[in-house]
């Protein structure tokens, strides 16, 4: 004798992207940085006012200085700093520099194409 087990019914996924001011998904990045170096400051700096003015609310930044953890560098095959990672949207991104050309940025990280700068 053979027993039947019941089907479970299946739960709807509630998980949505979120769409904050119209714009929908994350960018995530990761700055690598040397500690306090002019450059390191200067890509910080540059990114920061990047960010607040073209992904306001919408994105995750992550500052790795490679001074305090060097192992780090290899995930990302990092080999000039400051270099700029963008995880999120896929494909990987990269740009190495003080991120002081705002054009060459955007681009660089196909903002621009995601419509996901303003």
Known sequence: MT????A?????????APAKN?????????LYVAGQ???SLAALANLKKICDEHLTGH???HVIDLVKTPQLAQGDQ?????T???NLPVPI?????????????LVGLNLRETGIVN
């Open 8 to 16: 479970k019914p299946k739960k709807a996924s509630s998980k949505k």
């Open 93 to 105: 991104r990269k740009i190495i520099g003080d991120l002081s050309d705002l054009e060459k940025v």
């Open 84 to 86: 700029l990672v963008r």
């Open 59 to 61: 994105y995750k930044l």
């Open 22 to 30: 119209g714009k929908s998904g994350w960018v995530e990045l990761r």
């Open 37 to 39: 170096t002019p450059k």
């Open 78 to 82: 990092i080999l000039a700093i400051p």
């Open 3 to 6: 027993r039947k087990a019941a």
